[in-house]
């Protein structure tokens, strides 16, 4: 069983920089694959980045260039850093660590970019 709790959220400016952090609790954390994902008012749930147990990244062709996602093993943490931001990345952000059947969710981080 694992436990996911984001943190980070808040409101920016555009063009401004936010860091999501996604914090593990239970075992096993590092052998899952863990992926931020977002959803906008009215849209369907978006994966935005991943990173997989070893560390290999993917990004959303929305996200590539701006955001970053990594993790540190030794904290239970996986970060999305965000650059950039654009009105459009305005969501609640959910973190979900999955291996094989197994699948966490979070409780969600609001982002909002306004001016």
């Known amino acids: 069983q694992v436990q996911l709790v984001e943190s980070g959220g808040g409101l920016v400016q555009p063009g401004g920089s936010l860091r999501l952090s996604c914090a593990a609790s239970?075992?096993?954390?590092?052998?899952?694959?863990v992926g931020w994902y977002r959803q906008a008012p009215g849209k369907e749930r978006e994966l935005v980045a991943g990173?997989?147990?070893?560390?290999?990244?993917t990004y959303a062709d929305s996200v590539k260039g701006r955001f970053t996602i990594s993790r540190d093993y030794a904290k239970n943490t996986v970060y999305l850093q965000m650059s950039s931001l654009k009105p459009e990345d305005t969501a609640v952000y959910y973190c979900?660590?999955?291996?094989?059947?197994?699948?966490?969710w979070g409780q969600g981080t609001r982002v909002t970019v306004s001016s």
């Open positions: 990173i997989s147990s070893a560390g290999i990244t």
């Open positions: 979900n660590a999955n291996r094989f059947a197994f699948s966490y």
């Open positions: 239970g075992s096993g954390f590092s052998i899952y694959a």
